[in-house]
C-alpha cells in the first residue's frame, strides 16, 4: 500500500468515515465573499467527521491569484493527518505531465490527485513516480455525457473504454498508488468495474445534487472488507446553509451523510 493510501485509510479509522468533502467554492453559492475563508472554515467545521478533502482546482483557478492563494491556505489548514485530494483531472504528454505533477505535488503539496488518462501511460508515469502521493485515474464519470466515449466498445477485448481504463490501471498500478474514480450515478458500471480491479481504491462524486443512488453505489463499490471505497459530495455538504451559519449547517450535513453511509456499509453481507 503506498504511503498515501495508508494515510486515507487511517484517517477513515480515526474518524469513522468514509466521506471526503468537495471543495468548490461559487460565488453565486457562497455566503461569504472570500474564497479562502469560506473553505478553511468549512475545513475547520468538519475536520473530525472526514477521511479526505477534494479541492476542485476550476473553481479556483476561475478566482485567480487569491484561488491559488487559496489553496495554499487550505491545505495548510487541513489537519496534517487528513489528506488532500486536488481535483485537477490533468492529462498531457509526458514532459508536461512532468510539470503539472511537480506543481500539484511539490508546490501546493496536495497528497493526490486526479488523472485524465486519455494519452496513456506516458501521460501518467510522471505522477506516478511520486510514490508517496495517490493518483485516481478517471475511469467512469458522473455526468449524463459520460456515454459519449466512455461507452465505445473497443477491440480486441470488445467491452467499453472505460473497462479498458480500469484494466490499464490495474496493470499501471505497480507502486499501489492508484485508485479509480467511478461515479456513483452508474452503479451497474461500478460493479463491472470491480471485477476487473477488486481492490483498488474508489473515489465516488455524484452523490446529492448529482442523484446518485448512494446504497446502489456502496453496495457496488464495496471490497471484501466493505470498504475499500470514499464518498465525495460537494454542493450537499459546502451549501446546506446559504446563511451565516454555513460552517455549522456543513458539518450537520456532514455529519449526517457520515452516519448514512456507515449505516449503509454495516448492512452489507460479511465477507
Not at 501546493?108 to 485524465?116: P, V
Not at 466493505?226 to 451549501?239: D, K, L, T, V
Amino acid at each position: 500500500m503506498s504511503a498515501f493510501f495508508d494515510k486515507l485509510w487511517r484517517a477513515s479509522e480515526k474518524n469513522d468515515s468514509l466521506l471526503c468533502v468537495g471543495l468548490d467554492p461559487d460565488p453565486d453559492l457562497m455566503p461569504v465573499a472570500d474564497v479562502a475563508d469560506f473553505c478553511c472554515s468549512i475545513v475547520e467545521a468538519t475536520a473530525d467527521v472526514v477521511c479526505a478533502y477534494k479541492p476542485n482546482l476550476g473553481f479556483f483557478e476561475a478566482f485567480g491569484e487569491e484561488g491559488f492563494a487559496a489553496l495554499r491556505r487550505i491545505v495548510a489548514t487541513v489537519p496534517r493527518d487528513i489528506p488532500v485530494i486536488a481535483d485537477a483531472k490533468r492529462g498531457d504528454i509526458g514532459n508536461t505531465a512532468r510539470f503539472y505533477a511537480k506543481a500539484l505535488f511539490e508546490t501546493y503539496g496536495f497528497d493526490a490527485t486526479t488523472l485524465n488518462v486519455y494519452g496513456g501511460v506516458d501521460a501518467v508515469e510522471p505522477f506516478l513516480k511520486y510514490t508517496d502521493r495517490g493518483v485516481f485515474v478517471w475511469c467512469r464519470s458522473s455526468n449524463p455525457g459520460a456515454v459519449d466515449l466512455q461507452d465505445l466498445v473497443v477491440t480486441p477485448g470488445n467491452r467499453p473504454l472505460f473497462l479498458e481504463v480500469a484494466e490499464l490501471a490495474s496493470r499501471w498500478n505497480s507502486n499501489g498508488n492508484i485508485g479509480l474514480v467511478v461515479g456513483a450515478t452508474y452503479p451497474e458500471e461500478m460493479l463491472k468495474v470491480r471485477e476487473i480491479c477488486p481492490n483498488m481504491p474508489v473515489l465516488m462524486p455524484g452523490v446529492g445534487a448529482q442523484g446518485g443512488d448512494m446504497e446502489a453505489a456502496i453496495r457496488a463499490a464495496a471490497d471484501q472488507h466493505n470498504g475499500g471505497f470514499i464518498i465525495a459530495p460537494s454542493r450537499q455538504i459546502i451549501y446546506a446553509s446559504r446563511g451565516a451559519d454555513f460552517a455549522d449547517a456543513a458539518r450537520q450535513a456532514a455529519m449526517k451523510l457520515r452516519n448514512e453511509i456507515n449505516t449503509l456499509r454495516s448492512a452489507l453481507p460479511r465477507a
